[in-house]
């Protein structure tokens, strides 16, 4: 598409956008699926308990408090989340050890995939109905904290970025504002690593330990190369990973300028060397032509299809690994392991966000206290969820990993902890991360796909593919 095309179709997507937002109603009823606690309750005073006596005001953790700068006392704590995964297993901790109880709660469940929660929050908070608290995703994070009207600076709950010191610089980045302004904070760091089949990597690799796998696949160059020693050893049998959108969750973290520069999307030669790494792997059949997210995705990891899957910390669990092993006693249950792989990278993570618009100060403040400034609660939380977190607190994480008291079954006794918290102090995001992240990866990885199912005809139609999805889907940056 040449620029005056371009030009037309951004005219076209801001006339379609205009339509679509004048049409949306205020009926919130299907938007909020479900609600964890219904009981009417007339009072946000929690019961007594010497946790909640503790006023949540105190969160700065020094000497002197600091001031909350919001309304208390409404009748419930309002949190919007896609889905239960986290929320469900936050509240049945933090409920009874701050001395609140379930009917102080109202939890709106959306019960979607998280890259749908940002349009069924939009429809929501037209509604003008009660929020105090709300998740939001990386990707879409900066929406919302950029947006006054709909996020309030934490400092309002009393909070300073010295309270949140223990945490992961990249996650504390994805929290700030355009200004520097601290309005989001995540409880989990989601760093990634590579599994892989412990048996087949014997077989195919010689490969007896994750520290020889890691020499193996330590840079993008020697993945490359393993793969096609697996592939000629297996007889073409065996991909060594199963879907280009692992690898590019992976890949997209070497990226060292942001996509959007002055207001216009950046192409540069990051990303012509994934096209040939993306063209070179899916030719050779070094990766399945799977689909994440898909029933034989999952079922790849119980066959002998595939070696290894691209996984975030919460993805140790039923989300990927443990699915793909055929869960607990399963064909393959046992017999994975993990390593670094070629680069640090994360993949998801969610953040808190606080609406201006709270009644309930109080109890947010003392919610985002305990799973992301107190040291001792995390570290609870760490290791009472099932399957483990992945807390966003260097402290904990390495007492954890130095205490050695973390043994994933599924990894052979292996501690996921120990791999994943070296990729997570390596994670630098300082001056990468723009609003239009989320769109302009998505277009960027199907244009690869396109390319490599043969639908454009080489790299430099790839990319030009790719800037016409960035100009139909993210409207107002220059695309040249």
């Not at 919460?314 to 792989?341: C, H, N, P, R, Y």
């Amino acid at each position: 598409m040449n620029k005056l095309k371009r030009t037309l179709a951004l005219v076209a997507t801001l006339a379609i956008s205009a339509t679509a937002f004048v049409g949306c109603g205020d009926d919130t009823t299907s938007s909020s699926s479900s609600s964890s606690s219904q009981a009417d309750s007339s009072s946000s005073e929690p019961a007594e308990s010497s946790d909640a006596d503790a006023s949540s005001s105190d969160s700065e953790g020094g000497d002197e408090a600091a001031a909350i700068n919001l309304p208390s006392g409404g009748d419930k704590m309002t949190i919007l989340a896609w889905n239960a995964n986290d929320v469900d297993p936050m509240l049945k901790m933090w409920l009874p050890d701050a001395g609140y109880t379930e009917d102080q709660i109202n939890f709106v469940n959306f019960n979607v995939g998280g890259g749908e929660a940002a349009a069924q929050y939009d429809q929501y908070f037209l509604g003008g109905e009660d929020v105090d608290v709300f998740m939001v995703e990386a990707d879409w994070a900066l929406k919302y904290i950029n947006d006054e009207s709909a996020t309030a600076p934490l400092s309002d709950l009393g909070f300073t970025e010295a309270d949140f010191a223990g945490q992961y610089p990249y996650t504390m980045e994805i929290g700030k504002d355009s200004n520097g302004v601290i309005k989001g904070v995540s409880w989990q760091a989601a760093p990634g690593a590579w599994c892989y089949r412990s048996d087949l990597a014997d077989t195919y690799l010689g490969v007896k330990s994750p520290a020889d796998m890691q020499a193996k696949v330590a840079d993008w160059d020697k993945f490359q190369a393993t793969a096609k020693e697996v592939s000629e050893a297996s007889g073409g049998k065996t991909a060594l990973t199963t879907t280009l959108g692992g690898i590019w969750q992976a890949f997209a973290a070497n990226r060292s300028t942001p996509w959007v520069q002055d207001g216009a999307l950046a192409v540069d030669d990051f990303c012509n060397t994934f096209i040939d790494l993306a063209k070179n792997m899916r030719d050779n059949k070094y990766v399945t032509d799977l689909n994440q997210w898909t029933d034989d995705w999952y079922a790849a990891g119980q066959t002998d299809n595939t070696m290894g899957y691209f996984v975030s910390t919460w993805g140790f669990g039923d989300s990927i690994l443990l699915t793909a092993a055929g869960g607990e006693g399963g064909a393959t249950f046992g017999k994975w392991a993990v390593t670094e792989g070629p680069t640090p990278y994360f993949w998801g993570g969610t953040w808190m966000c606080v609406s201006p618009k709270t009644d309930n100060a109080d109890m947010v403040a003392n919610f985002i206290k305990y799973f992301t400034v107190d040291e001792a609660s995390m570290e609870k939380y760490a290791l009472g969820k099932d399957g483990g977190e992945y807390v966003n607190n260097m402290n904990v994480m390495q007492k954890i990993v130095d205490e050695g008291s973390n043994s994933n079954a599924n990894l052979g006794g292996q501690d996921q902890f120990a791999v994943v918290h070296e990729n997570a102090k390596a994670i630098d995001l300082k001056g990468l991360i723009t609003p239009y992240d989320a769109s302009i990866k998505t277009a960027f990885l199907d244009a690869v796909n396109a390319y490599c199912a043969g639908e454009t005809a080489d790299a430099a139609a790839c990319i030009e593919d790719f800037k016409d999805r960035v100009a139909e889907s993210v409207t107002d940056i220059t695309v040249e």
